[in-house]
């Protein structure tokens, strides 16, 4: 049964369909109005949300309907481009721009507190939408697949760093056109966002508002901090002037009080027949409070040095798993990256390659696959990810080539774009492993440094 819902419509079309809902575009038989009525016929997936509360609260849905077996989620449709396409067709100019990302931000606000893979579904650049007069809605679609079942929080922080990317300048993170386009306050916040650099939602959203950029664009924040400050400074003036007031009065009960406590103070002085008992334990109490104090926070600062010490090396020690003597000893003459300290993803160290020409090719890390921490890849399909930071923006070519003693077995090739003085992840799948060894190389198109770093291996689904 479908609670009354296609009594009234008409189905046009389908607009998506998967194992867990159908996705339809139906008009509406009297009015001609179209709508997307989302039947999740999975309702596992959702158990934990309650979408009636939910539209209550923020009254995202035009309607929201339930059987015994399905939800049914109801939006009103139109064939608007989505923000991506809009932008790619249209000159904006900055502060619709920053009107357009203070906008995402907002709904990113919004559904903050829900599960991180209904967050990220809702969220995707898709549904931003932009109607005729320019404005930006979004259509709160809920897609639900496996892949983004298992989406996290970095992945969400990563999406709005694409869709920030794409306001700015039309294109994803991954798409490095016209990235000289994007204002230096958004690109440091689009490269927190990509390298996950943020803890809460909220701390994007403040660092966005925060930013020069914005302020600029709405003076009125600069206005109410002023508005603030003189209410502050009137505050202020007003406790002066009451003091004023009083302070005569003031003056007449000291007059009377201070000759009463002159007398009492004479008494005390001359009573010597009085015993007074001291605890002698008392005496040093602030010094050793103080001490102690003075001591735990000492420990404290110690144990966090050594944490962040412990952490670092986890970090080098893992980036040694990946160029160590063994790498070493198969380079058989090749240019070699060198171990570098001036610039890390993380830990204290990564690998660094200088050219003094473009088009070197350099061997950057190694994996042993006879090696037990590495024997889950064998015969399995893989990805190796890596984080590349370059002293200027520049093309470059990752490939990574599968052994089986000299012999190639396989052998990949990606080329990237490594932005100026921003770690950026990439990652290059490899097929099938039945090798014993996995060499990767990097060649840059330019003069310049590249530093890489934190690698990573993966079992492709």
């Avoid at 077996?69 to 900055?94: A, G």
């Avoid at 829900?114 to 939408?129: A, E, K, Q």
């Avoid at 490594?418 to 490899?430: G, S």
Wanted: a positive charge; charged letters at 30%; glycine letters at 4%.
């Amino acid at each position: 049964m479908s609670n009354g819902i296609f009594d009234k419509l008409k189905v046009l079309d389908i607009y998506l369909e998967n194992e867990f809902q159908k996705i339809l575009i139906c008009e509406d038989k009297h009015s001609n109005n179209k709508f997307l009525v989302n039947a999740i016929t999975d309702i596992s997936k959702i158990e934990d949300i309650d979408f009636f509360n939910l539209n209550n609260k923020l009254n995202i849905y035009y309607q929201v309907k339930e059987t015994e077996d399905v939800l049914y989620l109801i939006n009103k449709y139109s064939e608007n481009k989505n923000v991506k396409e809009y932008i790619n067709n249209n000159s904006i100019k900055l502060s619709r721009q920053i009107n357009f990302a203070n906008f995402i931000l907002d709904k990113l606000k919004a559904f903050m507190d829900l599960p991180t893979y209904i967050t990220y579904s809702i969220l995707r650049y898709d549904n931003f939408i932009v109607d005729s007069k320019g404005n930006i809605n979004l259509l709160p679609l809920l897609v639900i697949d496996n892949n983004y079942l298992n989406v996290k929080q970095k992945d969400v922080f990563y999406s709005i760093g694409d869709k920030l990317s794409i306001v700015f300048s039309g294109f994803e993170v991954s798409n490095n056109e016209n990235k000289e386009d994007i204002p230096p306050d958004i690109k440091s916040i689009i490269g927190k966002c990509i390298n996950n650099s943020y803890t809460t939602y909220e701390e994007l959203v403040k660092d966005f508002r925060t930013s020069k950029l914005y302020r600029l664009v709405n003076p009125e924040v600069e206005e109410s901090k002023r508005v603030h400050s003189m209410r502050r400074s009137m505050k202020k003036t007003r406790r002066k002037f009451k003091f004023k007031k009083v302070a005569p009065f003031l003056i007449i009960i000291l007059a009377i009080l201070i000759p009463v406590l002159v007398v009492k103070g004479f008494n005390y002085l001359n009573d010597k027949d009085k015993t007074y008992v001291v605890d002698s334990k008392n005496d040093d109490s602030v010094d050793n409070n103080k001490e102690i104090k003075d001591t735990d926070e000492e420990i404290k600062d110690n144990d966090n040095k050594k944490e962040k010490k412990k952490e670092n090396n986890v970090e080098d020690e893992s980036l040694n798993k990946f160029f160590n003597d063994k790498l070493k000893a198969k380079a058989d003459g090749e240019n070699l990256a060198e171990i570098d300290d001036t610039r890390s993803f993380k830990g204290n160290k990564a690998l660094k390659v200088t050219s003094d020409k473009s088009g070197i090719k350099y061997l950057v890390a190694g994996i042993d696959l006879t090696k037990d921490e590495f024997s889950f890849l064998n015969e399995r399909k893989g990805s190796i990810s890596m984080w590349l930071n370059s002293n200027i923006g520049q093309k470059a070519t990752i490939s990574v080539t599968l052994l089986k003693g000299e012999k190639v077995l396989n052998k990949k090739i990606k080329n990237v774009y490594i932005p100026k003085n921003m770690w950026e992840l990439y990652n290059i799948d490899i097929g099938s492993i039945n090798g014993d060894y996995i060499k990767i190389h990097i060649t840059p198109n330019k003069k310049g440094t590249v530093w890489i770093d934190s690698f990573d291996v993966d079992v492709l689904k």
